[in-house]
């Protein structure tokens, strides 16, 4: 199966190129994934074959155009187990699809004194529109503390959530510590004081099979562009029950049902959000890019990234002076693994990665309020994914140790 | 080739102001003083300027970052002392061209030591770590109340 997966590479034209010199190894996933040929054949089939705006017209093109916008959809509803795909909503990305819960349902229903629930390792967009609800509408935010090796310790889980609470949100995997969290265990203590389950999916969705009954949550937001479709386009889901109730935020064309000088009624969900002209390519490079992993499998590529992970964290721990965030357990984490060489700061080491041809992130990887928890001021992040190798694990050990040498006379 | 390419950016001197900088610390009497922050990578710089006969007469900074930014707000404080507002705002445009890879006169005589920075030119993403030190003072300047603010990290500007 390993050297089945190896093979994957060759379907990302991007990846056979030098950078600097070097073979480009690319571990800059976890803030977006590489595309392959399928996706980008998909996208330029649509524009040189089928472009049309949707739901209108009614010409062939603009009926070959609907019919993928909504084949998509029910793809998405399947990809993800949705029950229906009236409940899939298309979003420029995570970002907006959490966005849209907060300022729709959570303008609508939070009342003053109410509670949300956050947790100290969320990305800025899974934190940053709570925090705008919670001043807006009176509410107070809440933080659930993190153990030691960057879980979420549920005995905080249980204390922070109170009959108060009205939404707790969560990251489902953290693009920083590289753990999942337990979502399903923590949407029935959510349930059981009647606060509703947001679910920032952005990390996890490319990863493994996510299915959001089994999950037992009520919202879950993920982005096109870290699973290898094209960026602009991403997926929000929510039950019906809950979308019908929730106003939309844009209004314009396509989501209205009939329009008056001083009344406009709108369309059921989803479209009643979708005001405007879609990302209709984006949506035909998502679907391409679920075909193209549910065409290896999702539980193929969460196993073939667990083992990936399992033999390159052991060799990353070895490197003396080397600060790894989150749990060493393998079998505890996801291919995002955040470090920082003792006394470099992760600027400077990942300009030398670069310069051995290694693409990783460093920063605060928009987690500013995990940085200071973490008492860091940003920290270096490999991240990988299904067409990354052992072999390229081995080159980051390598450079990693390069670099020690290079700035151990240099630095402090 | 790999590594080798790292010497074009950490010479022996940025090195060597970035683990032993100059004027790192705090100022009992600032005129001016203000908060940096680089948003890509959460660093945050501290810049205090005292000022004497229109000159400044003493400056400090504090803060973490990386070898670039710590060794520029290093070498940026050696410079500035002695000089007025009209020259440091003029070394603070002359940096910046520099880095940026606009080519500039006389760099060595308006900048002194800090023209050995220019190789960051070659280095786009570390631009903002070498300028940051540079705004910070610019802004400090500009700024003339006592108390610290926070100045903001523009793209284009000064």
Request: with cysteine.
């Amino acid at each position: 199966m390993v050297k089945q997966m190896n093979e994957l590479i060759k379907d990302f034209p991007i990846l056979d190129q030098k950078v600097n010199d070097e073979q480009l190894v690319y571990l800059d996933n976890a803030a977006t994934t590489q595309k392959p040929r399928a996706v980008v054949d998909a996208i330029t089939n649509y524009y040189y074959h089928d472009n049309a705006n949707v739901h209108r017209g009614v010409h062939t093109l603009a009926e070959r155009a609907t019919a993928q916008f909504e084949d998509v959809r029910k793809k998405v509803a399947h990809f993800i187990n949705a029950p229906s795909e009236q409940e899939i909503i298309y979003t420029k990305g995570t970002t907006e699809s959490l966005n849209w819960v907060a300022a729709s349902y959570g303008r609508t229903f939070v009342k003053p004194g109410d509670e949300i629930v956050i947790s100290y390792m969320e990305h800025h967009s899974n934190l940053v529109p709570w925090q705008i609800l919670a001043k807006k509408n009176g509410a107070i935010l809440k933080y659930i503390d993190l153990l030691p090796d960057g879980q979420l310790d549920m005995d905080s889980v249980r204390k922070q959530i109170t009959d108060k609470t009205a939404i707790v949100s969560l990251a489902h995997a953290s693009n920083v510590l590289g753990v999942v969290n337990p979502v399903a265990e923590i949407a029935k203590i959510a349930h059981k004081h009647g606060a509703i389950m947001v679910v920032d999916g952005a990390q996890s969705t490319p990863h493994m099979k996510i299915d959001v009954q089994d999950l037992g949550i009520d919202f879950f937001a993920f982005s096109g562009h870290k699973l290898m479709a094209p960026t602009g386009i991403g997926i929000l889901w929510g039950k019906s029950e809950l979308l019908e109730q929730m106003p939309p935020l844009e209004f314009g064309g396509e989501m209205i049902d009939w329009v008056q000088l001083q009344e406009t009624t709108f369309k059921k969900a989803p479209w009643k959000f979708e005001g405007g002209t879609q990302n209709i390519a984006g949506v035909v490079g998502l679907g391409a890019a679920i075909d193209y992993l549910e065409s290896i499998g999702m539980d193929k590529i969460e196993n073939y990234e667990k083992s990936l992970i399992a033999n390159i964290l052991p060799a990353l721990v070895k490197i003396d002076g080397l600060e790894i965030y989150g749990p060493l357990d393998p079998a505890k984490r996801t291919g995002i693994i955040s470090f920082n060489l003792k006394g470099l700061h992760p600027h400077d080491v990942a300009t030398a990665l670069d310069m051995e041809g290694i693409a990783v992130r460093a920063g605060h990887h928009c987690a500013q309020p995990l940085m200071e928890y973490l008492d860091v001021a940003a920290t270096a992040r490999a991240s990988f994914y299904l067409y990354n190798t052992v072999e390229d694990g081995q080159r980051l050990v390598e450079a990693i140790k390069a670099t020690k040498e290079f700035f151990k006379n240099g630095i402090v | 080739m790999g590594l080798s390419r790292l010497d074009n950016l950490y010479r022996q001197m940025i090195l060597e102001h970035a683990s032993h900088p100059h004027h790192h610390g705090t100022l009992k009497n600032a005129d001016h003083q203000l908060e940096l922050r680089n948003p890509t990578c959460g660093d945050v710089l501290v810049v205090q300027v005292a000022m004497k006969a229109d000159k400044v007469s003493d400056v400090a900074f504090s803060g973490s970052g990386c070898t670039i930014s710590q060794a520029s707000a290093s070498m940026m404080t050696d410079e500035v002392i002695g000089k007025t507002a009209a020259q440091v705002e003029q070394m603070v445009v002359t940096f910046s061209k520099m880095v940026t890879g606009d080519s500039v006169d006389n760099v060595d005589d308006i900048l002194g030591d800090a023209a050995i920075l220019e190789g960051v030119a070659q280095f786009p993403a570390r631009i903002k770590c070498a300028t940051l030190a540079w705004k910070a003072i610019y802004q400090a300047i500009e700024n003339d109340n006592k108390e610290s603010t926070v100045g903001l990290m523009r793209h284009d500007e000064l």
